[in-house]
């Protein structure tokens, strides 16, 4: 090699670094922050470890938890035999297509639905790459990686406009005043953000009366009525600021609970602070008051999955039918609501079977709550849930059972003793027709 192509040859690799140095610049300047997702990586080499560990520590990160592990696709299957699978997996990988393909189809064993995978590899092969894709694998890129490239993937699956929100709602709402909607509600969230591992919020509707403030021994001085009186405002940022922090994985939006003006709204008061928080978080749980207003007749028809709860009386019946009948009409193409039968069992009042309960409403509940007033009182009393006092009750179990069903996914308590589960859409089937 001549002088001048020595020179030549230093020029261009210090114009290359330059270059990928602005272009990573640019990457990182157009980012968003990455809303409220659990993600864990599974890498081989310290190469594409270290850009993940960064990125863990990046701002941008800031309500992502990401937990970084070694030892690649063995050790997430083993990993996942016993815990819950996240939003996201990242695995390295070094193997062959044939090897990978049939490795993921072991963690798939494990894996739950709606779990996003990304592989990282080290073989630019196009066939692994389609294969991968037509497996359900969410991302697959060819390593080395730089810090910008590990934050522009995990944007790229959860800030892609084109494939809407991330986070589901699930509306609770209570057929009548004092059937416990509220609590089931809040135990269903920390349920789904505590035994679950997810990111969920908690936004309490009830802006004159709401508790999830006290179940939840918190004072926020903002939440949901800064949220729906300032409509301008809102964004992703804007709901950061009013949300309190109530664990790892669980945000409450509180309301005010105070009398101080009427909270008077139109059908479309609360759409836009629910699309913000879908956004933000996975799971969002809405807390709706007992009342018939045009907003809260809007959000049960627009959210992705109804609760009905209901105590086994006359009237709850009654008016779960007429609730039951109007959804039917208004959400023709979605799921029938579900249906949970509170304070079951209370003494010498005289009780509809859920058999009749049943019947009439054409719903099978999905849940049955035992009447057990010390139980929640002392839980209510003390800002505490049901799970954090007495994780094994049978209540507890019931509330696992409902988040199982809402979510498709599994405690990591339950998943010990289950055998094995659905998970990487589609890659199991096209496994076994290989």
Same mark, same amino acid.
């Given at each position: 090699?001549?002088?001048?192509?020595?020179?030549? %040859?230093?020029?261009?690799?210090?114009?290359? /670094?330059?270059?990928?140095?602005?272009?990573?610049?640019?990457?990182?300047?157009?980012? /968003?922050? !990455?809303?409220?997702?659990?993600?864990?990586?599974?890498?081989?080499?310290?190469?594409?470890?270290?850009?993940?560990?960064?990125?863990?520590?990046?701002?941008?990160?800031?309500?992502?938890?990401?937990?970084?592990?070694?030892?690649? !696709?063995?050790?997430?299957?083993?990993?996942? /035999?016993?815990?819950?699978?996240?939003?996201?997996?990242?695995?390295?990988?070094?193997?062959?297509?044939?090897?990978?393909?049939?490795?993921?189809?072991?963690?798939?064993?494990?894996?739950?639905?709606?779990?996003?995978?990304?592989?990282?590899?080290?073989?630019?092969?196009?066939?692994?790459?389609?294969?991968?894709?037509?497996?359900?694998?969410?991302?697959?890129?060819?390593?080395? %990686?730089?810090?910008?490239?590990?934050?522009?993937?995990?944007?790229?699956?959860?800030?892609?406009?084109?494939?809407?929100?991330?986070?589901?709602?699930?509306?609770?709402?209570?057929?009548?005043?004092?059937?416990?909607?509220?609590?089931?509600?809040?135990?269903?969230?920390?349920?789904?953000?505590?035994?679950?591992?997810?990111?969920?919020?908690?936004?309490?509707?009830?802006?004159?009366?709401?508790?999830?403030?006290?179940?939840?021994?918190?004072?926020?001085?903002?939440?949901?009525?800064?949220?729906?009186?300032?409509?301008?405002?809102?964004?992703?940022?804007?709901?950061?600021?009013?949300?309190?922090?109530?664990?790892?994985?669980?945000?409450?939006?509180?309301?005010?609970?105070?009398?101080?003006?009427?909270?008077?709204?139109?059908?479309?008061?609360?759409?836009?602070?629910?699309?913000?928080?879908?956004?933000?978080?996975?799971?969002?749980?809405?807390?709706?008051?007992?009342?018939?207003?045009?907003?809260?007749?809007?959000?049960?028809?627009?959210?992705?999955?109804?609760?009905?709860?209901?105590?086994?009386?006359?009237?709850?019946?009654?008016?779960?039918?007429?609730?039951?009948?109007?959804?039917?009409?208004?959400?023709?193409?979605?799921?029938?609501?579900?249906? !949970? %039968?509170?304070?079951?069992?209370?003494?010498?009042?005289?009780?509809?079977?859920?058999?009749?309960?049943?019947?009439?409403?054409?719903?099978?509940?999905?849940?049955?709550?035992?009447?057990?007033?010390?139980?929640?009182?002392?839980?209510?009393?003390?800002?505490?849930? !049901?799970?954090?006092?007495?994780?094994?009750?049978?209540?507890?179990?019931?509330?696992?059972?409902?988040?199982?069903?809402?979510?498709?996914?599994?405690?990591?308590?339950?998943?010990?003793?289950?055998?094995?589960?659905?998970?990487?859409?589609?890659?199991?089937?096209?496994?076994?027709?290989?």
């Amino acid at each position: 090699m001549t002088e001048n192509d020595t020179a030549e %040859l230093a020029y261009r690799t210090d114009h290359d /670094r330059v270059q990928g140095h602005q272009d990573n610049a640019a990457i990182m300047n157009s980012l /968003r922050p !990455i809303p409220r997702v659990t993600i864990h990586a599974f890498c081989e080499s310290e190469g594409v470890a270290e850009p993940v560990r960064r990125a863990s520590l990046d701002r941008r990160m800031a309500k992502a938890h990401l937990k970084m592990n070694m030892g690649g !696709i063995a050790a997430a299957i083993e990993f996942y /035999r016993d815990a819950p699978t996240p939003n996201l997996i990242i695995i390295e990988s070094r193997m062959s297509a044939q090897e990978l393909m049939a490795a993921l189809g072991d963690l798939a064993e494990h894996c739950d639905a709606n779990t996003k995978v990304a592989i990282i590899g080290h073989f630019n092969d196009v066939w692994l790459y389609r294969e991968l894709m037509r497996s359900g694998v969410s991302e697959y890129t060819v390593a080395p %990686l730089s810090l910008a490239d590990v934050l522009r993937m995990i944007s790229e699956l959860f800030m892609d406009p084109d494939k809407g929100p991330i986070g589901k709602s699930f509306a609770f709402v209570g057929v009548k005043g004092g059937v416990g909607a509220s609590s089931i509600a809040h135990n269903l969230a920390w349920t789904l953000s505590q035994n679950f591992e997810l990111e969920t919020v908690l936004a309490d509707m009830d802006l004159a009366f709401g508790t999830a403030n006290i179940n939840f021994d918190q004072d926020p001085p903002q939440g949901i009525s800064e949220a729906v009186f300032s409509p301008d405002r809102l964004d992703e940022m804007f709901i950061d600021r009013l949300l309190a922090k109530c664990g790892d994985h669980l945000s409450l939006l509180a309301a005010p609970s105070t009398l101080d003006r009427a909270y008077d709204f139109s059908a479309d008061a609360f759409v836009q602070v629910i699309e913000v928080m879908q956004r933000t978080a996975p799971h969002v749980v809405l807390d709706i008051p007992h009342v018939w207003t045009a907003w809260a007749k809007a959000t049960l028809i627009q959210a992705d999955a109804v609760v009905i709860v209901a105590t086994p009386d006359l009237a709850c019946l009654r008016n779960a039918k007429n609730l039951v009948d109007m959804l039917r009409r208004n959400r023709p193409n979605d799921s029938t609501p579900y249906l !949970i %039968l509170n304070q079951v069992g209370m003494p010498k009042r005289p009780e509809i079977s859920a058999a009749d309960f049943s019947h009439a409403l054409d719903i099978q509940p999905s849940a049955q709550i035992p009447f057990d007033p010390a139980l929640f009182g002392t839980a209510t009393n003390n800002g505490r849930m !049901i799970g954090e006092l007495q994780p094994k009750h049978p209540i507890s179990q019931s509330f696992n059972e409902i988040a199982n069903m809402l979510t498709g996914r599994v405690a990591a308590t339950t998943k010990k003793n289950s055998s094995k589960l659905g998970g990487l859409a589609g890659l199991i089937d096209r496994l076994k027709r290989k």
